[in-house]
């Protein structure tokens, strides 16, 4: 087996010091030096991303696509041809790690046949890379050092700015050592760094990184550290960027949108303390078309928000808002600090003051111990909000969470029998709240083609909701009208009526 080395900052420093100081790649104010064999051997080749998880994940692979960009490399989606592949897995669900280990598997036989190819000079230096959530888990961590010898370089979740500095040091070392980079601690928060986004018209913003919420059931915090804000000046001037360029929408993005700011003790903007509801206002103010943010904590979630949305057109009338559960004793042992009667307290005083507004949501079914009764309080709150939308999930233990601990003697067999009846009453408010929208013509942003026919176009709703209609490519990214015709319950079929 090849050996592991686990960089420290100081060895770190040394490989920086090692690489000839001729070839400087400059981020984040600083200067990164990338030795000649790196740049020539990586100059034109192909990189491959694979992102797993949610939009944070997201927001990560453009970050390493541009720090690869930086090498003169380029995008392929074609695993074949390519001489880096970067998995970005997600460690929420046992499911999402699962289907990290089969693709490990899948690159070990495609390195495999390059190693037999290797007269032929194919790829034949390919270069596994895992970053993510999964490597910030101890046990996760040790079996993917121990059972993939073939995974080369492990980036932790605090460290993608080391990506260069360590694909410089493994090819200097020909490939004889693996280097595992996770730092058990969250850094600051690093501005500039490279970004490739995926499209040019919607972009995810950072606002906060981090989680401090600790619901039980939850592996986020551990494995993406303290929650961190941004100085509302750098994500003004990102958005003022993307405006510039374009861009129709823009998402602010934090685990936890509704503590943003409250970690920045001393700093003030413009001499007032922040929060998500003064940050939300300067981003509205630049005027972009679109803005959407994620994700909503309710006991955090503050009236001046409300009022935000309700004030600014271009805030999109959506809030993603979380309950988990309507049992006030779920609630409880998930370690979520609102009760049912407050979380349905809030939406009332959302939909009095934007009466228009969409609501999704996040349920876990089946936590440890859940009783049938305290499952009847979650159909009834799903009954009394009626979500738009929804996002369901069968509970999954994570080890080293304080919930993976607990008893939990509810059968499987039940969990599913629980989840299909939660479908069921949800659909039928969803279907309630796209009566409200047939036969009207709404904006739609067009996002891209349609996955079941080329022909059409995909686009969304202000309320999230995906419609699809007839149209050309060239539209892809533009503000577009349609007339909502047919109700497909999870989207919508419609007509383009004004370009
Ligand atoms: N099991 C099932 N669902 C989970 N989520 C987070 N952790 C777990 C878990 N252990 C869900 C929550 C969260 C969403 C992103 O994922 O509903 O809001
Ligand atoms: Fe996880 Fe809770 Fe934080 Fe959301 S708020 S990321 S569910 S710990």
């Given amino acids: 087996m090849r050996n592991v080395n686990y960089i420290d900052i100081p060895s770190l420093l040394e490989a920086r010091k090692r690489i000839k100081s001729s070839n400087v790649i400059r981020y984040n104010n600083k200067e990164h030096q990338v030795s000649e064999v790196t740049l020539n051997k990586l100059k034109g080749k192909k990189y491959y991303i694979k992102t797993h998880g949610c939009q944070a994940n997201i927001r990560d692979e453009e970050t390493l696509s541009g720090l690869l960009s930086s090498l003169n490399m380029e995008r392929s989606e074609d695993i074949n041809e390519v001489s880096i592949i970067v998995i970005n897995t997600c460690a929420v669900r046992e499911n999402a790690n699962n289907k990290v280990y089969a693709e490990i598997g899948n690159i070990k036989h495609l390195k495999e046949k390059l190693n037999k190819d290797k007269s032929k000079d194919k790829n034949q230096d390919l270069i596994l890379i895992l970053c993510g959530c999964m490597v910030e888990t101890k046990d996760t961590l040790d079996k993917l050092i121990n059972v993939y010898p073939y995974i080369d370089i492990i980036l932790g979740t605090h460290n993608i ?229 929804a996002y369901t999930f069968i509970y999954s233990p994570r080890e080293g969470t304080l919930a993976a601990k607990m008893e939990d003697l509810t059968p499987y067999q039940e969990k599913v029998k629980r989840f299909k009846e939660l479908t069921r009453v949800l659909e039928e408010g969803i279907e309630k709240d796209n009566l409200l929208h047939l036969n009207k013509i709404e904006e739609v942003l067009v996002t891209g083609v349609s996955k079941t026919n080329e022909e059409y176009l995909s686009g969304q709703l202000e309320n999230n909701k995906t419609v699809n209609f007839k149209g050309d490519k060239s539209l892809i990214g533009k503000l577009v009208k349609v007339k909502i015709n047919e109700d497909k319950l999870y989207s919508f079929n419609g007509e383009l009526v004004e370009k």
């Fill in 161 to 389: 700015d080391d990506l260069i500095t360590l694909i410089d040091s493994y090819l200097e070392n020909k490939g004889k050592n693996r280097l595992v980079d996770v730092s058990s601690k969250e850094g600051d928060v690093i501005e500039d760094l490279p970004t490739k986004r995926n499209n040019d018209f919607s972009a995810y913003v950072n606002i906060a990184f981090g989680c401090d919420k600790f619901c039980s059931y939850c592996i986020v915090p551990y494995t993406r550290g303290k929650e961190r804000s941004r100085r509302v000046e750098d994500i003004l001037l990102e958005c003022k960027l993307l405006k510039e360029e374009g861009y129709k929408e823009v998402i602010l993005l934090g685990q936890n949108v509704d503590s943003y700011g409250k970690d920045l003790k001393d700093y003030t903007y413009k001499g007032n303390k922040v929060s998500f509801a003064t940050l939300l206002e300067e981003v509205a103010k630049l005027n972009i078309p679109r803005v959407r943010f994620l994700t909503s904590y309710p006991s955090e979630f503050k009236d001046e928000v409300i009022d935000v949305i309700a004030k600014y057109d271009n805030v999109m009338n959506y809030i993603h808002l979380p309950v988990q559960s309507g049992s006030n004793s779920v609630l409880k042992r998930m370690n979520r600090r609102y009760t049912k009667e407050e979380y349905l307290a809030l939406v009332d005083r959302i939909k009095a003051k934007i009466p228009n507004i969409a609501l999704s949501t996040d349920i876990i079914i089946g936590f440890p111990n859940e009783s049938n009764e305290e499952f009847l309080d979650t159909l009834d709150l799903v009954r009394k909000v009626s979500y738009s939308s």
